[in-house]
């Protein structure tokens, strides 16, 4: 059964900084992983998508790495910014089976 | 991005109502749809699979008589808490694949419940 956990569960930065994000699994066979973001009482949005044969993906100030031999995948956010603030969400998709997904991360980035 | 809405996005009911919960994907068909229950400060469950025209899959531990799901359309699958009480309180969200080459799936907003 698949287990996905993440460190830490909850971080505050000052506005600016450079932040990594962690993801763990304990299944390696996986189909691909996601990170998604929450906010509060809010619904999720993805935010990046690997596939399994996938080393890394990025989109603008976010950048997500998979070592799937390991069973992790880091969510690297540059240049914080207080509307970075939120819960973000690492869901692994094993081959015919649904998302699991992890307990988050509460970010907050100060002014 | 596909879109997909949830109604009512928020309820409060008596212990003993039960309460049903639309999720409705709108610029696009979706013959599965996800069922996910969220408590506090914890991540997302996922309840059960709703399919268009068939029974829905219920995941271990969760009881099909108290949780009906019907999916009555493409774009529409409902979830009805039956005699809720105080435990039931909690945060359901629904999502939807997208396109088969798109690989994700898109959430809704989420319906919050609290049972009194």
């Known amino acids: 059964k698949q287990e996905v956990t993440q460190i830490p569960a909850a971080l505050s930065v000052p506005e600016g900084e450079n932040l990594v994000l962690n993801c763990s699994f304990t299944?390696?066979?996986?189909?691909?992983l996601q990170w998604f973001r929450q906010d509060p009482g809010k619904g999720l949005t993805s935010l990046l998508l690997i596939q399994s044969s996938q080393r890394e993906q990025t989109s603008g100030r976010l950048n997500a790495s998979l070592d799937k031999s390991s069973g992790r995948s880091t969510l690297y956010i540059a240049a914080s910014q207080p509307g970075d603030s939120a819960t973000y969400l690492c869901a692994v998709r094993n081959y015919g089976q649904n998302f699991v997904f992890g307990p988050g991360t509460r970010l907050s980035v100060l002014p | 991005g596909a879109v997909v809405s949830q109604h009512p996005s928020w309820v409060i009911c008596k212990s003993g109502t039960s309460v049903k919960i639309e999720c409705r994907s709108l610029d696009f068909q979706a013959t599965t749809m996800f069922w996910y229950r969220q408590f506090p400060k914890q991540s997302l469950m996922l309840m059960a699979t709703s399919n268009e025209g068939s029974k829905a899959t219920y995941e271990q531990g969760v009881e099909k008589d108290k949780f009906l799901i019907n999916h009555a359309s493409l774009t529409l699958s409902t979830l009805t808490v039956t005699s809720a009480h105080p435990e039931d309180s909690s945060f359901y969200i629904c999502?939807?694949?997208?396109?088969?080459?798109?690989?994700?799936?898109?959430f809704g907003p989420g319906t919050r419940l609290l049972v009194l």
């Open positions: 299944d390696s066979a996986i189909y691909n």
């Open positions: 999502s939807a694949p997208g396109e088969p080459r798109e690989e994700t799936q898109y």
